[in-house]
């Protein structure tokens, strides 16, 4: 298996560019290469008057990236890019492209196919060149009403030019982009974010909390009074052997405050319920929520009012 090694990583970095930008200042859709549009659409699996989005154009531009390293590596990517679709998916098929791409390419970190100085650039120039709308710092799906700020698509044709366009100002230093920006949270209104997190030594990986169809914590439910806590979505129940509410770190028996009953993961975008047997406000003025993994990681999340909302 072919590695992308440090020492290249000015080249490949720019690989993503090569052959595709244009020396106009103002590109035209005649300007746009064969094959970096038969490339694009092959990998997007669409035609070129269907609409595309943000998320599905970065992880196009990713894959077209990993590509000129070997066949095999572009395999690679490709195989597990589809397991991670699979692996991702909520329970009412929703993906998060962003996400399985982001994943996929760790992946191929930690396989030590590519190395991740590499990896940041590349995500970095992917995620800025697949920008449609004018907000720079996140990806955006398809899903919402016409007037959803959430939502950005355009015509694969008309993507196309402003992409080619977006590499080639990347390319002569026109656009400087950054590594902060691809891994910043949320891709989409509904689809779990790509937390901001850190791991520890324990194998604790500490997330930042993350909104609309990620984490939140419940301190009231409406059935019973008591704290509910739902889980991202990329955390699946199957993988999930215990949620627990902890007074401080490290976390342990002495910190122990209270352990969640899972009650289903079919509602509220299909992520993992779990109750408590008492209202948040009663785990004191701080607190943590802890999931612990059946590989024996855990995932915590810091609720600095258990009396209120947190998401």
Do not use: C
């Not at 572009?74 to 009412?92: C, T």
């Not at 449609?132 to 015509?155: C, F, M």
């Not at 052997?241 to 975008?269: C, I, K, R, Y």
């Not at 607190?287 to 258990?306: F, H, M, Q, R, T």
């Amino acid at each position: 298996m072919a590695t992308i090694s440090s020492s290249n990583t000015a080249t490949q970095a720019s690989a993503i560019t090569k052959n595709e930008s244009s020396n106009s200042e103002s590109t035209s859709a005649a300007s746009v290469s064969d094959d970096f549009k038969g490339y694009m659409l092959n990998a997007l699996g669409k035609e070129d008057t269907s609409d595309v989005s943000e998320e599905e154009l970065f992880a196009a531009l990713i894959q077209k990236e990993v590509a000129t390293v070997d066949s095999s590596t572009e395999k690679l990517f490709k195989d597990k890019f589809e397991e991670m679709k699979k692996s991702l998916a909520r329970a009412d098929g929703i993906v998060s492209y962003e996400d399985a791409a982001n994943k996929t390419l760790d992946f191929l970190i930690n396989d030590g196919t590519i190395d991740s100085t590499t990896a940041e650039k590349l995500r970095s120039t992917a995620f800025r060149a697949a920008q449609l709308d004018n907000n720079l710092d996140k990806l955006y799906d398809d899903r919402g009403s016409a007037n959803d700020p959430t939502v950005a698509i355009a015509k694969i044709s008309e993507a196309l030019v402003k992409i080619q366009q977006a590499l080639s100002d990347i390319a002569e230093g026109k656009t400087t982009v950054t590594e902060s920006s691809a891994s910043e949270s949320s891709t989409t209104e509904n689809a779990v974010k790509d937390s901001s997190s850190s791991s520890t030594s324990n194998g604790n990986t500490a997330r930042s909390l993350d909104g609309d169809g990620g984490f939140l914590w419940k301190a009231t439910s409406e059935s019973d009074g008591n704290l509910v806590v739902l889980l991202p979505t990329d955390i699946k129940a199957s993988s999930i052997s215990s949620v627990e509410v902890h007074s401080g770190e490290p976390f342990s028996s002495s910190t122990l405050l209270g352990q969640g009953t899972f009650s289903g993961d079919t509602a509220n975008g299909g992520r993992a319920h779990f109750r408590f047997s008492k209202p948040g406000s009663q785990y004191g003025s701080s607190a943590y929520l802890v999931a612990k993994l059946n590989d024996g990681s855990s995932i915590s999340y810091l609720i600095e009012n258990p009396g209120e909302r947190n998401d």
